[in-house]
């Protein structure tokens, strides 16, 4: 077969294909890689972007739709890139590692599965009509840069406000500033937004880098809600968000160190999901933060950690004292430790549902705590809370959702500096009505903190109670105050 045989494509079937590949409308999809193309552009060229994003309603021929145009000051195209990269389905020209592109597909699924488009860059004009004509690119006045038009039949593919929300969202999640006029469904918009390009790799390393903090265009505080997304990014732009039913955002920043062929590549084809592997390890941390937002920084690293699940009865919130002392001494093996934790619950003989999350040895110390913890947790729980016991090297102390099941686990090494036993359990107890708490609200809202404060109080009989020798001390000093 010589060097130039092609496969020939029928435009109906390329049409198909690129309308099925997206569950999008256009005009977000077409955002994205447009924009996409744009940063990478301006990277290449080395200039400080300057990317221009507009989206209005408008007309073509007798056609009423919109008009999504993206303008850039990046380096261009020739007639030669037009033709081999912008139009060549899986052409694709990059030269530094901090672009995003590398698929050689983005734009063109978008063009393809619209009314209309054209290109202007440089000193090149082409446009569907062209193609169509099966004329070449035209050659008009300069510009530098690029502007990609494209036509979106209103009838074909209607655009919701809801869409037009989704394009806010992506650009105002994005590490790069873009000038933005709207003027569709409604909505008017122009001015920046984004946020100013600052080094990819320090937004990279931060984990708490707080949306809220950015300057917020009026229009958008009024009627969209930045709460609770989890985002995914690649080299600052967003890719996808997924909207979750909690109050934090979670963003997520891909670096992509390999090609897209490559099965560790994270995105799939239509950058609307992640490929399966990273999408377990991701869903982990999104578990972990749905618990508790705070140890979801520390889980990433241990998305792959190892878990030995006991089964057992699962105990529920008592809300009174349980009788046990905490320097009880309990046996060296596991059973022995079962055992002790059945003593700790109304019946003797039931084990309780234990999870030991990467935590190989469980030393003595391990199991005094953690058979205080599950007196504790008993005291402060939710009386319809239903949870089993355990113990983690991750982080603090957690409520942990595994196997349907939540587990109150508790990492009695961030508790071996404490030698006196009144003070643990006050530790303890304060951990504990922390993870309880997360019974009723898993970010550490008003809500959250409120509970707390409730925990603490109708707790507190009980957890005096098994802190009779603080106790006795504090009447002690009250009865000596008395008198004086
Ligand atoms: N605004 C632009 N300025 C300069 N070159 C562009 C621009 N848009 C596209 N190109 C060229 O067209 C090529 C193809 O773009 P396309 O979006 O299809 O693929 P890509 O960006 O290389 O990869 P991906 O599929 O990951 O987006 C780019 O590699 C680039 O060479
Ligand atoms: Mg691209």
Known sequence: ?????????????????????????????????????????????????????????????????????????????????????????????????????????????????????????????????????????????????????????????????????????????????????????????????????????????????????????????????????????????????????????????????????????????????????????????IQRHDENPLTSANTFTHADEDKVYQDGRLLEGLRGYSNYTVNDEIGSDISNLWQALANTSDNKNDPIATLFVEYPDISANDRRILRSWTAIIRIVADISDKFGVGLTSNSIASRYYYKGRTFYLINPSEFVHIPDKEALLLALYHTAIHEASHFYHSSHNEVFTSKMDEISRIAAISIVEVLKPIKRTILRRFRSEDKE
């Not at 999809?29 to 290449?44: K, M, P």
């Not at 409604?186 to 990819?200: A, M, P, S």
């Not at 931060?206 to 009026?218: G, H, I, Q, W």
């Open 1 to 285: 077969m010589s060097n130039n045989m092609r496969v020939k494509v029928n435009p109906r079937f390329l049409k198909i294909i690129c309308n099925k590949l997206y569950d999008l409308n256009p005009a977000i999809i077409g955002t994205r890689e447009l924009v996409q193309n744009s940063h990478d552009a301006c990277i290449r060229a080395a200039v400080k972007p300057d990317i221009k994003v507009t989206l209005k309603s408008g007309m073509y021929n007798d056609l009423s739709g919109y008009w999504l145009i993206v303008d850039d000051n990046g380096d261009g195209m020739t007639a030669d890139i037009i033709e081999n990269e912008f139009l060549d389905l899986g052409g694709s020209y990059h030269i530094n590692e901090t672009e995003i592109g590398g698929f050689g597909f983005g734009a063109k699924p978008v063009l393809f599965s619209c009314a209309y488009w054209r290109v202007h860059s440089l000193n090149n004009e082409y446009s569907l009509t062209h193609l169509e004509n099966g004329d070449d690119i035209s050659k008009i006045n300069h510009r530098d840069g690029t502007r990609v038009e494209i036509f979106i039949d209103e009838v074909e593919k209607p655009i919701y406000q809801s869409d037009v929300h989704k394009i806010i969202v992506m650009l105002y999640l994005s590490s790069l500033e873009v000038d933005l006029t709207l003027n569709a469904r409604g909505i008017e918009f122009d001015g920046k937004i984004g946020f100013n390009h600052l080094d990819i790799q320090d937004k990279l390393d931060s984990v708490t880098d707080d949306f809220t903090a950015r300057l917020m265009p009026e229009f958008i505080k009024q009627d969209i809600s930045f709460s609770g997304f989890n985002i995914f990014r690649v080299g600052g732009l967003v890719q996808f968000v997924e909207q979750s039913n909690r109050s934090t955002n979670i963003r997520f920043d891909l670096k992509v160190n390999c090609r897209p062929e490559d099965d560790d590549y994270p995105l799939k084809l239509n950058r609307e999901d992640l490929n399966w592997n990273i999408r377990k390890k991701v869903n982990k941390v």
